[in-house]
């Protein structure tokens, strides 16, 4: 199959050796990791069939919602550390020597999956 050639600025980057390797990452229904070597050098490296499609097949299933712009301003309103496990649940006041942010998502649902205070 042939390769579409880019813009010259384009190929001024890819002359560029200090840009190699980097990752190109794609979410749509699902989510695929890339790593470029080189122009003609990509490998895929990993992925996972959790993405858009998993979270709207959720909002639909649960909430009712098929649009996502709603679902996006209905999550404005939402507190996930009530749900989510966070550092700080982890670490307690050890959070911050660790360097991490206490209020980062270290497991997504996990206060349902063990139910640690869960309350909604």
């Known amino acids: 199959r042939s390769t579409p050639r880019p813009s010259s ?64 301003e209905l999550s404005k309103k939402g507190q996930n550390g009530k749900l989510d496990m966070l550092v700080k649940d982890l670490s307690g006041d050890k959070s911050a020597a660790s360097g991490l942010k206490e209020d980062i998502i270290s497991s997504s649902f996990g206060k349902l999956a063990s139910g640690i205070g869960v309350k909604y």
């Open 9 to 72: 600025a384009a190929s001024d980057v890819y002359k560029r050796q200090d840009i190699w390797p980097f990752l190109v990452v794609n979410v749509g229904s699902g989510v695929s990791m890339i790593k470029v070597n080189g122009y003609h050098s990509f490998e895929r490296v990993s992925g996972t069939m959790i993405g858009g499609g998993t979270l709207m097949g959720l909002a639909n299933l649960l909430l009712g919602i098929t649009d996502f712009e709603e679902l996006m």
